[in-house]
C-alpha cells in the first residue's frame, strides 16, 4: 500500500456539518440524481445543500488532511472517462470508507484474471508546478490498492492504464458516498448459483477458486448450497429460511430428504441442529467415534464405505452407517501394529478396536520387575535426589524470590521427570513371564492405540450368585465356624424404581467410582472404612453393613463392564494405573515383602492401604435401594453432581421418554419439558442432556443416599421386675457352676487390646 506523503495526517471527517448538509431528503416520486449543466449527476435540491458544505466544511477538511485547495481549473473539470496511469492515483481525502480494506489479495487475482470491470471514480489532486498531475481515489480505493499489489508482485508496471471517472472535486464526498451506500450485494442464492453455472460450463473447482481468490473448499460449499432443492432455494432467497438452516439441510443429497426435513418438521424443531440430527441419528460420527478416528474418512471411503460430510462444521464432522467395515478395517490396522509387539517376546497379542469388557476381565496383569541399575545409572539417581534435596531448602524459606522460584520449579520438574524416565526403564518383564503372557491393542478416546502388555489369563474363581444374577461375596454355603453363610444381599424384594436393572448398574458403578476415587485420596478415611468392614463382619449377620469387600478384589473391571465411558474418565484411569505402579517397587518375594512394608513408614502403608480399600469398594447392584456406600459420600466430602452428569450416551438413552419429560420438568421447567415431549425419544435425549447438563441434577436414589443399617449385636429384651425377682431367688444350675475367675469383662478386654468398650 502506498505510504501517505511525509508530514500529512490522516484525514479524520466531521460529521456535524458535512452530514447536515447531506441530509436533504429527495423529492418523492422524482429521481434523485439528474444531469446538470455543468455536468454533475445530483438533484438540484443535494446540489445547492452540497454547494454551501464545498464552501464551508469541504475546505476546512482538507486543510486538515493537509491537502492545499485545488486549483480554480480543477472545480471546472467536466465529468469525463478516462485512462489515467495506475502511478498517478493516490488515497482520496473525500473517500467516505474509514475502515481498513480486506480481501485486497483475492481481489488483485480476480482482477488480473478477468480484468477491472467497474472504473475508479478520482478528482484532481493539488500538486506543484513542476510536478505531474495525481488524481485521488474518491470510489475504489479497493480496486486501486489490488492494482498495486499486482504492480508490487510483477503483474502489471507502474504506468498500467486504470479507466476512471474524473469528477469535480465538489463531487467527490457525494460520489463516493453514493457509490457505496447504493450497491446491492448479491444474495448468497444467487452467488451459489454463479458457482453452479460455472462449473456446469466446464470450469474445475480449483480454476473457480483461483479466479476468484478463495479456497476450493469455499467453492464446494457453494456449489453444496446450489444443489439444495430448488423449493428450498426459493425459501431461502425470501428469507423465510437462514444461512445456517441452509447449511444443515444440505447435509442430505436428496431433495426429498430435504423437503421432508423442513415441511414435514413443526416450526419449533427447524432448527440447524434439529435438522442435523434428523439427517444422522442412524449414523455414527467420525468425531466422537474412536474406533472412526481411528481407521479416518480416507481409509474407510479407499474401503468402499459411504462418508456423509458436513461441509459447513467447524470440526468438518463426517457420518458413517457401515460399522461392520469400521470395524474390520481397524482391527486389521491394529493387528498390523501388533506384528511389532509380538515380535518383542510375548506370547500372544489381541486387537480389540472396541473394548470388551468381558474378554478384558479375563486377564490379569504381570508385573514387571525391577532391574539393578549399572553404576552409571546409579549415580545419576543419587545426583538427582541430592539436587532435590537441595533444591527443597529453597522452600523451607520464609522469604522466597518469585522469579527464583519459577527457576526452581522448573528445574524440580524436569529432574523429576528424568528420574522417572529412569525408573521405568529398569522395570521390565522376566523372560518367563513373556513366555505365557500377551498383550491386548485397544484404542483411547481420541482413537489412538493403546497396548496393554503384560496379561495372562485369570485362573476360574468360583463365585457365589446373588440374586439378582452379578457376583456375590465368596463366603461358602457354610463357614468354617460352622455358622450360617452372611448373605450379601438382603432377601427383603426392592421396590421398582425408575431405573431398569441395566441403567441401575450403570448408574452405582458410577457412584462406585466417585467414591473409590475420593476414599484413595483420604487414607485415614479408607482406613476406618476398612476396620468398620472387619467389625461388622465378625459381630453382624449380613456384610451388607459395610461398603468394601475385604478379601480383595479389584472391583474396576465391573465397573466399565456396566459403564464403558469410565474407561476414558482421566481420573479413574490414573486410580487403576496407579496401583500397577507399585509393582515395579515392591519385592517380588512374599518374605521379602513382609520385612519390605514393615520398614516402610505409615503414612506410606496407609497410601498402599488407601489405594486397595478404594479399588474394593462395591456398590454395584441391579437396584436403587439404600447402601452402605451413601455412609461413605459425606465423610469424604463428596458431591456426585461433580462426578456425574446425566448425558444422552450414559443416562437418558436407557429411559423411557416419559422418564425424560419428567426429569426436564423437575430439572429444568415444565414448559421445556412440554418441548421435549413434542421431540422424538432420540432428539429428546440429546436436548434433555443439553438443557440439564450443569445444573447438579441427581437420580433420585443418588439425591436420597439412603444408607442400609444392620443390627451388629442382639440386646435382650429388659425382663420385668417380677422376672428379676424370679431369677434372683432361682438362680440357674450352670450360672452356679461358673467359677468366679471364670468371669469374662467384655469391656476391659476391649480396653486391653486398644479399641473402645460397648456402651
Known amino acids: 500500500?502506498?505510504?501517505?506523503?511525509?508530514?500529512?495526517?490522516?484525514?479524520?471527517?466531521?460529521?456535524?456539518?458535512?452530514?447536515?448538509?447531506?441530509?436533504?431528503?429527495?423529492?418523492?416520486?422524482?429521481?434523485?440524481?439528474?444531469?446538470?449543466?455543468n455536468g454533475s449527476f445530483f438533484h438540484p435540491d443535494v446540489k445547492e445543500a452540497f454547494m454551501n458544505a464545498v464552501t464551508t466544511e469541504i475546505p476546512a477538511l482538507a486543510h486538515d488532511a493537509g491537502v492545499p485547495p485545488a486549483p480554480p481549473e480543477a472545480h471546472r473539470t467536466a465529468d469525463e472517462l478516462r485512462d489515467i496511469p495506475l502511478k498517478r492515483l493516490v488515497a482520496s481525502p473525500y473517500n467516505v470508507r474509514r475502515v481498513p480494506p480486506t480481501g485486497i489479495k483475492e481481489?488483485?487475482?480476480?482482477?488480473?484474471?478477468?480484468?477491472?470491470?467497474?472504473?475508479?471514480?478520482?478528482?484532481?489532486?493539488?500538486?506543484?508546478?513542476?510536478?505531474?498531475?495525481?488524481?485521488?481515489?474518491?470510489?475504489?480505493e479497493r480496486r486501486r490498492l489490488a492494482l498495486i499489489y499486482l504492480f508490487e508482485h510483477?503483474?502489471?508496471?507502474?504506468?498500467?492504464?486504470?479507466r476512471c471517472r474524473v469528477v469535480p472535486v465538489e463531487d467527490a464526498v457525494l460520489l463516493s458516498a453514493t457509490e457505496n451506500e447504493m450497491r446491492e450485494p448479491m444474495h448468497p442464492a444467487d452467488a451459489c448459483d454463479a458457482y453452479r453455472i460455472l462449473v456446469e460450463s466446464g470450469r474445475s473447482i480449483e480454476e473457480i477458486a483461483d479466479l476468484y481468490g478463495v479456497h476450493p473448499k469455499t467453492v464446494q460449499r457453494r456449489l453444496k448450497l446450489a444443489r439444495v432443492s430448488p423449493k428450498l432455494v426459493d425459501l431461502f432467497r425470501t428469507g423465510e429460511i437462514k444461512l445456517d438452516q441452509m447449511q444443515a439441510l444440505a447435509l442430505s443429497d436428496s431433495?426429498?430428504?430435504?423437503?421432508?426435513?423442513?415441511?414435514?418438521?413443526?416450526?419449533?424443531?427447524?432448527?440447524?441442529?434439529?435438522?442435523?440430527?434428523?439427517?444422522?441419528?442412524?449414523?455414527?460420527?467420525?468425531?466422537?467415534?474412536?474406533?472412526?478416528?481411528?481407521?479416518?474418512?480416507?481409509?474407510?471411503?479407499?474401503?468402499?464405505?459411504?462418508?456423509?460430510?458436513?461441509l459447513f462444521s467447524a470440526a468438518e464432522d463426517a457420518w458413517y452407517r457401515d460399522h461392520a467395515l469400521m470395524l474390520r478395517l481397524a482391527t486389521e490396522q491394529l493387528e498390523a501394529l501388533g506384528a511389532s509387539v509380538l515380535a518383542e517376546g510375548w506370547a500372544w497379542v489381541k486387537a480389540m478396536p472396541e473394548r470388551d469388557h468381558a474378554t478384558r476381565s479375563q486377564f490379569r496383569p504381570v508385573l514387571p520387575r525391577r532391574t539393578e541399575p549399572t553404576d552409571e545409572v546409579e549415580k545419576e539417581l543419587t545426583a538427582i535426589d541430592q539436587r532435590l534435596a537441595e533444591l527443597a531448602q529453597?522452600?523451607?524459606?520464609?522469604?522466597?524470590?518469585?522469579?527464583v522460584a519459577e527457576r526452581v520449579e522448573a528445574e524440580e520438574e524436569a529432574l523429576t521427570v528424568r528420574r522417572d524416565e529412569i525408573e521405568e526403564s529398569l522395570?521390565?518383564?522376566h523372560p518367563d513371564d513373556m513366555a505365557q503372557a500377551g498383550a491386548l491393542l485397544s484404542l483411547d478416546a481420541d482413537g489412538e492405540p493403546v497396548i496393554e502388555r503384560g496379561l495372562v489369563t485369570r485362573?476360574?474363581?468360583?463365585?457365589?450368585?446373588?440374586?439378582?444374577?452379578?457376583?456375590?461375596?465368596?463366603?461358602d454355603d457354610d463357614s468354617s465356624d460352622g455358622q450360617p453363610a452372611r448373605v450379601a444381599v438382603s432377601a427383603v424384594k426392592p421396590v421398582k424404581g425408575p431405573h431398569s436393572e441395566r441403567l441401575a448398574l450403570r448408574l452405582n458403578a458410577h457412584r462406585t467410582a466417585a467414591v473409590a476415587a475420593a476414599l484413595a485420596q483420604q487414607p485415614h478415611v479408607a482406613l476406618a472404612a476398612l476396620v468398620h468392614r472387619l467389625l461388622a463382619g465378625e459381630y453382624g449377620h449380613s456384610t451388607e453393613g459395610s461398603a468394601l469387600d475385604v478379601t480383595f478384589r479389584d472391583h474396576s473391571h465391573t465397573l466399565t463392564k456396566h459403564a464403558p465411558e469410565l474407561d476414558d474418565d482421566l481420573a479413574f484411569t490414573m486410580r487403576r494405573e496407579q496401583r500397577r505402579v507399585w509393582g515395579g517397587v515392591i519385592p517380588h518375594d512374599s518374605d521379602a515383602l513382609l520385612r519390605w512394608l514393615i520398614e516402610q513408614t505409615d503414612e506410606r502403608l496407609q497410601l498402599i492401604l488407601a489405594q486397595y480399600v478404594a479399588a474394593s469398594v462395591d456398590s454395584v447392584r441391579p437396584d436403587e435401594r439404600p447402601h452402605a456406600i451413601n455412609a461413605l459420600i459425606p465423610a469424604l466430602g463428596l458431591n456426585l453432581a461433580d462426578a456425574w452428569q446425566p448425558t444422552k450416551a450414559g443416562y437418558f438413552d436407557h429411559v423411557s421418554k416419559d422418564r425424560i419429560v419428567d426429569v426436564v420438568s423437575a430439572a429444568v421447567s415444565p414448559s421445556d419439558a412440554m418441548r421435549v415431549a413434542k421431540l422424538k425419544k432420540g432428539d429428546a435425549a440429546t436436548e434433555a442432556e443439553r438443557l440439564i447438563g450443569g445444573r447438579g441434577w441427581l437420580p433420585e436414589h443418588f439425591a436420597k443416599a439412603e444408607v442400609v443399617r444392620v443390627k451388629l449385636w442382639d440386646v435382650p429384651a429388659k425382663a420385668s421386675d417380677a422376672e428379676a425377682s424370679a431369677e434372683e431367688a432361682e438362680p440357674d444350675a450352670r450360672a452356679l457352676a461358673v467359677s468366679a475367675d471364670d468371669v469374662r469383662d467384655d469391656a476391659a478386654v476391649a480396653e486391653g487390646k486398644g479399641m473402645p468398650p460397648r456402651d
Open 107 to 140: 481481489l488483485a487475482l480476480n482482477i488480473w484474471k478477468v480484468g477491472l470491470l467497474q472504473n475508479l471514480i478520482v478528482h484532481p489532486m493539488k500538486v506543484g508546478a513542476r510536478r505531474a498531475q495525481t488524481f485521488g481515489a474518491a470510489a475504489g
Open 154 to 162: 510483477d503483474y502489471i508496471p507502474a504506468d498500467h492504464p486504470v
Open 1 to 37: 500500500m502506498p505510504r501517505a506523503a511525509p508530514g500529512r495526517r490522516a484525514w479524520r471527517p466531521r460529521r456535524c456539518g458535512l452530514a447536515r448538509a447531506l441530509a436533504v431528503p429527495a423529492r418523492p416520486h422524482s429521481p434523485c440524481v439528474e444531469a446538470a449543466p
Open 459 to 475: 485362573e476360574p474363581v468360583a463365585a457365589a450368585t446373588t440374586e439378582s444374577g452379578e457376583n456375590g461375596d465368596d463366603d
Open 394 to 403: 529453597f522452600w523451607d524459606a520464609d522469604e522466597r524470590d518469585d522469579e
Open 255 to 310: 431433495h426429498d430428504e430435504q423437503e421432508a426435513a423442513w415441511f414435514d418438521a413443526e416450526p419449533y424443531n427447524r432448527d440447524a441442529h434439529a435438522i442435523r440430527r434428523r439427517f444422522v441419528r442412524d449414523e455414527q460420527s467420525f468425531v466422537s467415534n474412536r474406533v472412526a478416528k481411528f481407521v479416518g474418512v480416507e481409509a474407510f471411503e479407499a474401503a468402499g464405505g459411504a462418508v456423509r460430510r458436513d
Open 427 to 429: 522395570l521390565v518383564y
